[in-house]
């Protein structure tokens, strides 16, 4: 007797893209800022998708679909989750707090707050920022952010790659307001 059989795509109740376009989206925003890997910014679309993140925002150089390298990794979630270019991730930054979003860099920095720690209000939108591959998030957008989350690295490197990061954060978070409001 076979155990643990692979369930069939068609068999996993997946939305399509309306029906994905009309669902509750947990209140999520994700910020690239100056993303400079095709593959990295549809990873992250990919992941926004599984967890229903209300919108990305691509800033500065992240490039934007239509881009086949995008379409390589997001597999069509360029068509589900909403997305805008800005070309100014602190003017983006400024915008959204005064709409009353938390807006979180993602970054090893003074007064970080580990992932494990961060507290998300169900109540209100947070919007996470994800830096370059090389330098990371723009020094000033960090210290414009509310706050600073860290993820906890325990081994010899001290960095992970963006879209690692992003599955990681989103996660975490996506977690955290399931268990307000879900």
């Given at each position: 007797m076979q155990k643990n059989l692979k369930i069939k795509n068609s068999e996993l109740g997946r939305k399509n893209i309306a029906e994905f376009k009309e669902a509750d989206?947990?209140?999520i925003l994700i910020i690239l800022d100056n993303i400079r890997?095709?593959?990295?910014?549809?990873?992250?679309?990919r992941t926004s998708d599984a967890f229903l993140i209300e919108k990305i925002y691509l800033c500065g150089i992240t490039?934007?679909?239509?881009?086949?390298?995008?379409?390589?990794?997001?597999?069509?979630?360029?068509?589900t989750v909403d997305w805008e270019y800005k070309k100014d991730t602190l003017a983006l930054v400024k915008e959204l707090?005064?709409?009353?979003?938390?807006?979180?860099?993602?970054?090893?920095?003074?007064g970080s707050v580990s992932l494990e720690n961060l507290e998300i209000s169900s109540l209100k939108r947070t919007a996470f920022v994800f830096g370059n591959e090389v330098k990371g998030?723009?020094?000033?957008?960090?210290?414009?952010?509310?706050?600073?989350?860290e993820i906890p690295q325990y081994g010899t490197k001290h960095s992970l790659n963006i879209a690692t990061s992003a599955g990681i954060v989103i996660w975490e978070a996506f977690c955290k307001y399931a268990k307000t409001s879900l």
């Open positions: 989206k947990i209140p890997s095709l593959h990295n910014i549809g990873s992250v679309f490039a934007t679909p239509p881009h086949k390298n995008i379409h390589k990794t997001a597999l069509g979630a360029t068509e707090q005064s709409t009353q979003v938390d807006v979180i860099a993602v970054e090893q920095a003074e998030v723009a020094q000033e957008v960090v210290s414009g952010s509310d706050k600073v989350v």
